[in-house]
């Protein structure tokens, strides 16, 4: 679920960036008449990183080709959540996330490290709040869109009890549980990786529907910098 909806969900759309003097930014694709710039994705890479605990320059042209990709699905997605409603993103749900971002993340637990942290990344914390806020609300709009329509039978519950959970209990050395005791927690995880598997299905229809130019070959592998 996580992989599937880590969207990279920063798209603030610039004309021109200051990195060593003025720079001409560069659009690196164009998704249905909407540009996404070079400065969009090296902000979102530093981004990822940093929540992921690494240093940009750690990332492989790989992962930053992932990262690309994430950019152009997150703007199919935001095509489709216009008009759409769902429940608001309130300031404290942004904080809470952001709390156990910074737990997650080794060096964040001081506010001194943390600040330091963002600033090696050369990342402000008001724009990872504005990341946490926009996957907040895809979220929200893909779990309304798709929970709906997904059904998780007993059978599925038992099946997933007795091959996947009960194994794994065994492997950690836990007392197992009887299964009307996880049953509910069961039936949460398979509804969400049903769910994941609907949403990556819908992605590629939309990216097959969609107009997706990319005028010169992204670079496989941007300089990003680690100012530490």
Same mark, same amino acid.
């Given at each position: ?31 249905n ?16 990183a940093l929540?992921d ?17 994430r950019?152009?699905? &997150?703007?199919?997605?935001r095509? &489709? ?26 060096? #964040? #637990? ?47 519950? &038992? ?13 950690? #050395? ?40 990319i005028p010169?070959a ?11």
């Amino acid at each position: 679920m996580r992989r599937c909806f880590q969207l990279g969900l920063l798209l603030a759309c610039m004309a021109m960036m200051a990195r060593a003097g003025e720079v001409l930014d560069r659009v690196v694709a164009i998704v249905n008449n909407t540009p996404i710039f070079q400065s969009d994705w090296e902000l979102a890479l530093r981004c990822e990183a940093l929540l992921d605990g690494r240093g940009p320059e750690t990332l492989s042209s790989t992962e930053q080709r992932e990262v690309f990709d994430r950019l152009v699905d &997150q703007e199919l997605l935001r095509e &489709q959540m216009r008009g759409y409603m769902i429940t608001t993103v309130t300031e404290e749900d942004v904080n809470a996330h952001l709390k156990e971002v910074r737990q997650q993340i080794e060096a #964040g #637990g001081t506010d001194a490290q943390w600040h330091d942290q963002l600033a090696k990344a050369d990342v402000s914390e008001e724009e990872i709040k504005s990341r946490i806020r926009t996957q907040l609300e895809v979220l929200r709009f893909l779990d309304s869109r798709f929970r709906p329509s997904v059904r998780v039978d007993y059978r599925a519950i &038992q099946l997933y009890y007795r091959e996947q959970f009960l194994p794994e209990l065994h492997k950690q #050395g836990g007392q197992e549980v009887p299964m009307s005791e996880v049953a509910p927690k069961i039936r949460e995880i398979l509804t969400q990786q049903r769910i994941s598997e609907q949403v990556a299905a819908w992605l590629q229809t939309l990216r097959e529907q969609a107009d997706i130019r990319i005028p010169s070959a992204p670079k496989q592998e941007l300089q990003v910098v680690d100012k530490k």
